[in-house]
C-alpha cells in the first residue's frame, strides 16, 4: 500500500457521511512486523497532511501508564467490522462491552501468542469480524489494544487477539517525536 492511499475520517460514527477527512501522507509500520506463526508486532500510525482538529466528537485517547493483565477486566471494542462471516459491512460504527482475559488464559487457548497480544472473549457469536483490524480496545479511557486477528472466523469462540498498546508505547511516542515536525501534518 502506498502512503498517500488512506483517507482518514474523524467525527462521524456513519461510515458514509459525516466527519473530516484527512489524506494519508505516510505509513509507519513496525520495524519487525511479521505474520509467520501469528501476527507479530502488528502496529503502525498514519501520518495525515494536516493537524486534526479537535472538537466534542474527535479527542485524543490516552495511551496506558501500565499494562493491565486481569481475568474478566472491563473494556470496549468498535469498529467497521462485518457483523457475520461473509455479512454486510454496517454504516453505523459498531461498539461491544467485553472483557479483557489474563496472559495466562490467553495463553491456555491461543499458546503461539506473544507477550505483544491482549485479548478478549465475551461469547461465542460475538466479537471481531473482518474488516475490524486496526480498531481500538478502550479501558479506563485509555487504547489497550490495536484488532489484529481472530481465529479461523469471527466469533466461532475463540478469544480476539489485539496488539497490547502497552507493550509498544515507546516506539509510539519514539514515531510522534520523530514525525511530530514533519513539514505536511501530525500523527
Known sequence: ???DEILVVAGSNQLD???QAYQS???IAHPKF???LGVKNDVGLILVNETIKLSDKVKPIGL???DIDENNYPAVISGWGRLKANGEVPNNLQYMTTCLLSTSSCWWKIPFLGKGNICTFTKRGQGNCNGDSGSPLVSDDVQVGIVSFVIMTCAM???DVYTRVWT???WIEEQMVQYNSYSVGKI
Do not use: T
Request: a neutral charge; proline letters at 10%; charged letters at 30%.
Open 157 to 159: 469462540g475463540f478469544p
Open 168 to 170: 509498544y508505547r515507546d
Open 34 to 36: 511479521s505474520m509467520q
Open 17 to 19: 457521511s459525516g466527519g
Open 64 to 66: 496506558p501508564d501500565s
Open 25 to 27: 501522507v505516510k505509513l
Open 1 to 3: 500500500m502506498k502512503d
